[in-house]
């Protein structure tokens, strides 16, 4: 079965720098699409950043020029690199992958993103 395990998460100032991994196993990773979501308490999860098998981005108006979404198909890693991070980027963080048949999701187990002095 797919999986995805996420890494990266942890405490930060405001204004620091974190970068999340997420790799995937049982699968081949370079024919999904890959995004990053995050879910604040009492928020509703939203997507963060997104990238396509063929490397095109989007982003949440809220992280442009903030964050930057890439992918490492021989490590079967997408990364998230978070910059001038806000105590609003505050939250869990959770991986995402669409496969090629487009019939379901994958999420990773999350990780948590704290931004607070």
């Known amino acids: 079965q797919v999986q995805l395990v996420e890494s990266g998460g942890g405490l930060v100032q405001p204004g620091g720098s974190l970068r999340l991994s997420c790799t995937m196993s049982?699968?081949?990773?370079?024919?999904?699409?890959m995004g990053w979501h995050r879910q604040a308490p009492g928020r509703r999860r939203e997507l963060v950043a997104g990238?396509?098998?063929?490397?095109?981005?989007n982003y949440a108006e809220s992280v442009k020029g903030r964050f930057t979404i890439s992918r490492d198909n021989a490590k079967n890693t997408v990364y998230l690199q978070m910059n001038s991070l806000l105590p609003e980027d505050t939250a869990v963080y959770y991986c995402?992958?669409?496969?090629?048949?487009?019939?379901?999701?994958?999420w990773g187990q999350g990780t948590q993103v704290t931004v607070s002095s």
């Open positions: 990238i396509t098998n063929g490397g095109s981005t």
């Open positions: 995402n992958a669409n496969p090629p048949s487009g019939l379901y999701d994958i």
């Open positions: 049982g699968s081949i990773f370079s024919l999904y699409g």
